[in-house]
């Protein structure tokens, strides 16, 4: 959290787009998605864990919210304005950059959050 404020300075009203990355592992756990039904609902005050994953990217996306949950508590971040948004990347890239293989790394390095500053768009 720190580190965030820290850049955020000077970068108010910036969008800050969290990325849930996660790995190749087959998601059996369950069978049908709530997502679609219940996401609004958690993006507003419902407990993310009311969500139901079916996927990988749904798992990166529920990644990524929770993070932006978290983020958006901040009374400091609130000040420069910052705007949080989150997507899922699911599993295609590693932290290199490299496309990622199906099969499974033991450091795990593919659930992993990333965080980028964009500036606002400019008004036209």
Known sequence: MEQI???AQGKKGYIVQIIGHTDGEQNNRFQVSNLDDRLE???????INNLTPASNVDLGLM???AVVK???KNPRLKQLGL???AYSAAQLYLPSGEYARVECYPDQTRRRIEIRFSPPAEKQ
Do not use: T
């Open 5 to 7: 404020e820290n850049y």
């Open 41 to 47: 609902k958690v993006i507003g005050n419902d407990n």
């Open 63 to 65: 990644r990524a919210l």
């Open 70 to 72: 978290e983020l958006e």
């Open 83 to 85: 705007k949080f948004r």
